[in-house]
C-alpha cells in the first residue's frame, strides 16, 4: 500500500504571512499533483510535477517534487484569504497494475485570516 | 462546458435502505473515477472505469457496494443495504485519459453527501 503524511493537518495564519505544507512517503511514484478543495465542492486539481527535482510556479504558489520522487512540498508567498481551502497531494503509482492510479494524503485545511 | 455532474447532491437515508448515486462526466472522457471522502480517511479511491469497463475495484469496501457504466456518459454506485458506516461525501471524477508521464488530469464533480441514519 502506499501511503501519502501530508503535515501539517491545519494551519491558521495571518494575511500576507508564507507557508510550506508538506507531502511525504517511502513509496516513489511516477507523478505528484497537488488539489485544492473548498466546502461543498470537489477536489481542482493546481499542479501536476513528474520529474524528480522539478519545481513549478503558479502566482504566488511554488511546488517542488522531490529529487528521489518519494515527496513534495508547496509553497505559497504572502498567502490572502482566498487560499483558504484543503490542500491534498496525490501520487500515480509508478509501476504495475493500475498505472496511474492516485493516492491521495489526508489533506491539510489552511486558513487565512484578514 | 458542463464539468462532472453528479446527483443527488444531498442523501438523507436509513439503515438498511438502498442508496443510488449518479454521475454523468465529461463528455469525451475515457475514464470515471468515484470516490469516498471522510474526516478519518480521507479521498479513497472505489473503483474507476475505463471506456465503461471496471479496471480496478480494489478500494470497494465490501459487497454492499457496487458500480456500473452502462454508456459513455452515465454511471451509478448503489449501495445495499445502507449503514451508518458509509455516511461519507461522494466524488465522481472523469479523465480523458493516461497523460505520457504515467497520470490521470482527473475533474472532480461537487459530490454527493450521504448520510445514513
Known amino acids: 500500500t502506499q501511503l501519502l503524511e501530508q503535515s501539517p493537518q491545519f494551519l491558521s495564519i495571518q494575511e500576507g504571512e508564507n507557508l510550506t505544507v508538506y507531502c511525504n512517503s517511502s513509496?516513489?511514484?511516477?507523478?505528484l499533483q497537488w488539489y485544492r478543495q473548498e466546502p461543498g465542492e470537489g477536489p481542482v486539481l493546481l499542479v501536476t510535477?513528474?520529474?524528480?527535482?522539478e519545481v513549478k510556479k503558479l502566482k504566488r504558489l511554488t511546488f517542488q517534487f522531490g529529487d528521489a520522487r518519494k515527496d513534495s512540498s508547496l509553497h505559497i508567498t504572502a498567502a490572502q484569504p482566498g487560499d483558504t481551502g484543503l490542500y491534498l497531494c496525490a501520487g500515480a503509482r509508478a509501476g504495475g497494475t493500475s498505472y496511474g492510479k492516485l493516492t491521495f494524503g489526508q489533506g491539510t485545511i489552511l486558513t487565512v485570516h484578514p | 462546458d458542463a464539468g462532472v455532474i453528479q446527483s443527488p447532491r444531498h442523501e438523507v437515508t436509513e439503515m438498511g435502505q438502498e442508496v443510488t448515486l449518479r454521475c454523468k462526466p465529461i463528455?469525451?472522457?475515457?475514464?470515471l473515477f468515484w470516490y469516498r471522502q471522510t474526516m478519518m480517511r480521507g479521498l479513497e479511491l472505489l473503483i474507476y472505469f475505463n471506456n465503461n469497463v471496471p479496471i480496478d475495484d480494489s478500494g470497494m469496501p465490501e459487497d454492499r457496494f457496487s458500480a456500473k457504466m452502462p454508456n459513455a456518459s452515465f454511471s451509478t454506485l448503489k449501495i445495499q443495504p445502507s449503514e451508518p458506516r458509509d455516511s461519507a461525501v461522494y466524488f465522481c471524477a472523469s479523465s480523458p485519459g493516461l497523460a505520457r508521464w504515467g497520470y490521470y488530469e482527473q475533474y472532480f464533480g461537487p459530490g454527493t453527501r450521504l448520510t445514513v441514519t
Open positions: 510535477v513528474v520529474t524528480g527535482g
Open positions: 513509496s516513489v511514484f511516477s507523478s
Open positions: 463528455s469525451g472522457h475515457d475514464y
